[in-house]
T-cell receptor, first 115, second 110 residues
Framework: EPEVTQTPSHQVTQMGQEVILRCVPI?????FYWYRQILGQKVEFLVS????????KSEIFDDQFSVERPDGSNFTLKIRSTKLEDSAMYFC?????????????FGEGSRLTVL | RKEVEQDPGPFNVPEGATVAFNCTYS??????FFWYRQDCRKEPKLLMS???SGNEDGRFTAQLNRASQYISLLIRDSKLSDSATYLC???????????FGTGTQLKVEL
């Protein structure tokens, strides 16, 4: 069964360091997302990406965050200068079409710990 | 008011019990509704969509009341394997994204 894969599964970094989280969405999907979940809290939308550009971003997705789909298969989230409050599980997700009827498929997540 | 609200639980029920979860959403323009399941420290996975007429999938029944902006999930004959967090999820349109509630934790016990 096709799946969304994410690397690394866990990353520990020092405050102020840059972090890149990588994702390989399901191959024929067109819509790509990053969500995050702080421990014990809800799954929060960060950004959606379609047709090689950001289609929507949340207030959380400030200038410290960026996304890229550099080669048609990978989808990356970069946090330029990490803060303690960026510690969370980051989920990549993809969908084949619009989500009013379709399913959003999540990767297993990348746990980021900022010290 | 939160976009999607759920009772966080936990709901501790014995095996075989029937349990119901509720959810309310604030945006009356919301178009589509779902229940996702999230196991501990795992990714969310779609459990079922919720249709206006109500729909059933085995032991699971989902209902939607648009007038009250209320969604429910009923689980009959609970199994130990049903233990998880159940996420109420809403598609509002205007952007192709889903909004998640905080989730309701279910623990099914022997």
């Amino acid at each position: 069964e096709p799946e969304v894969t994410q690397t690394p599964s866990h990353q520990v970094t020092q405050m102020g360091q840059e972090v890149i989280l990588r994702c390989v969405p399901i191959s024929n999907h067109l819509y790509f997302y990053w969500y995050r979940q702080i421990l014990g809290q809800k799954v929060e939308f960060l950004v959606s990406f379609y047709n090689n550009e950001i289609s929507e971003k949340s207030e959380i997705f400030d200038d410290q965050f960026s996304v890229e789909r550099p080669d048609g298969s990978n989808f990356t989230l970069k946090i330029r200068s990490t803060k303690l409050e960026d510690s969370a599980m980051y989920f990549c997700a993809s969908a084949s079409g619009t989500l009013n009827t379709g399913e959003l498929f999540f990767g297993e997540g990348s746990r980021l710990t900022v010290l | 008011r939160k976009e999607v609200e759920q009772d966080p639980g936990p709901f501790n029920v014995p095996e075989g019990a029937t349990v119901a979860f509720n959810c309310t959403y604030s945006n009356s323009a919301s178009q589509s509704f779902f229940w996702y399941r999230q196991d501990c420290r795992k990714e969310p996975k779609l459990l079922m969509s919720v249709y206006s007429s109500g729909n059933e999938d085995g032991r699971f029944t989902a209902q939607l009341n648009r007038a009250s902006q209320y969604i429910s999930l009923l689980i009959r004959d609970s199994k130990l394997s049903d233990s998880a967090t159940y996420l109420c999820v809403v598609f509002t349109g205007g952007g192709n994204k889903l909004t998640f509630g905080t989730g309701t934790q279910l623990k099914v016990e022997l």
